[in-house]
């Protein structure tokens, strides 16, 4: 069990938030959503509230233990300051002599934001002296960084070696609860809804549902590799050749289990993936020999859909095809709407699949959109994530002690 910040004393206490900053931004360094900036507020503002000093840390790219101006914080201190209303120092570096002397003129109710963790090689080594540089002067870790719960890194892991006192934030909480509540322990049927472009960065996920489920719905390129694995022609679509066996082997697999399993029933194909591409509408069965599917049809959105309806929970991870495209965003868009539709507690993964619901103006209308990429994923595929483990480490380490 992870204890949460909530449980313990915090009032006037130095915290160290471990929050996941890494934000997309555009070319001039602005953000172009701040989903993950929001996300930490509820956490952030119960520590200001409690008067307590809060130290934020964060990667933000792949510095690889570089010191890059263009991985700097600096926007993100900028969007926090205006979405808390308040000034957020932003220190030159996460460690260091520097780093310290801000620590020590901190005020109660003030609000540190460090620099990139990755600017230090130690943070992805998880280097134990990377991480009691970190955490002097602290007085609780909080982990709010669900997002980055799949790395074992020193401000995710080897820090709880170092902390007196090792929390899971807000954030936290809600990402491990709606997912125990979709996965673990579902109001049935639960549907699956997965898509994406590679099979293979989903084999995991996909084997792992198939104890879960009761129905699974795969859509996007990764179902290419399943249609050709029926024996049908895909054309030019994108396949996974390596993968067709495997791909018969889960559906047979699905069969054995019970799991209904659904495949796109047609599809829009194109002569390019191009927004000028000439495209047309067509079974599975008929896809011509130099075109490629690019998107789930008319007829498999209405099928998908009335799969999804008796749905008493839905989990959803990955487009339903090249909605990046105008052309061929339109069988993704049309199953937001569809989930949206149902009465069911609907789980989304992050990545591409939020950007989906934003475009499609449902993001409200979803029971819980994760900020998790990867870390949802490996959570899907059942693996025990780092992050998580550290924290119930501590626990169980400390349980008479707080
Ligand atoms: C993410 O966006 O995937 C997380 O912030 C983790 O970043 P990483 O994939 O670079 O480790
Ligand atoms: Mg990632």
Known sequence: ?????????????????????????????????????????????????????????????????????????????????????????????????????????????DVLLLENLRYHAGEQKNDPDFARELMKGVDIYVDDAFAVAHRAHASVEAVTHFAPICVAGFLMRDEVLYFHRSMEDPARPLVALIGGAKISSKLGALLNLLKKVDKLIVGGAMANTFLKAMGLDVGKSLVDDSLLKTAKDLIKMALKKKVKFYLPVDVVVADRLDKRAETKITPVQEIPADWMI???????????GEALQNAKTIIWNGPMGAFEYDAFSRGTMAMVHKVAETYALTIVGGGDTDVALHKAGEFQKFSYVSTGGGAFLELMEGKKLPGIAALENWAKRNSNAH
Do not use: W
């Open 1 to 109: 069990m992870v204890k949460f910040i909530d449980e313990v004393d915090i009032k006037g206490k130095t915290l160290f938030i471990r929050v996941d900053f890494n934000v997309p931004l555009d070319q001039n360094r602005n953000i172009t959503d701040d989903t993950r900036i929001r996300a930490v507020l509820p956490t952030i503002n119960f520590c200001l509230e409690a008067n307590a000093k809060v130290i934020l840390a964060s990667h933000l790219g792949r510095p690889n233990g570089n010191h890059m101006d263009e991985f700097s914080l600096a926007p993100v201190a900028r969007r926090l300051a205006y979405r808390l209303h308040k000034k957020v120092i932003l220190a030159p570096d996460c460690i260091g002599p520097e780093v310290d002397k801000i620590k020590k003129t901190m005020k109660k109710g």
């Open 294 to 304: 690019a998107d789930i049809g008319p007829a498999t959105v209405t099928l998908f």
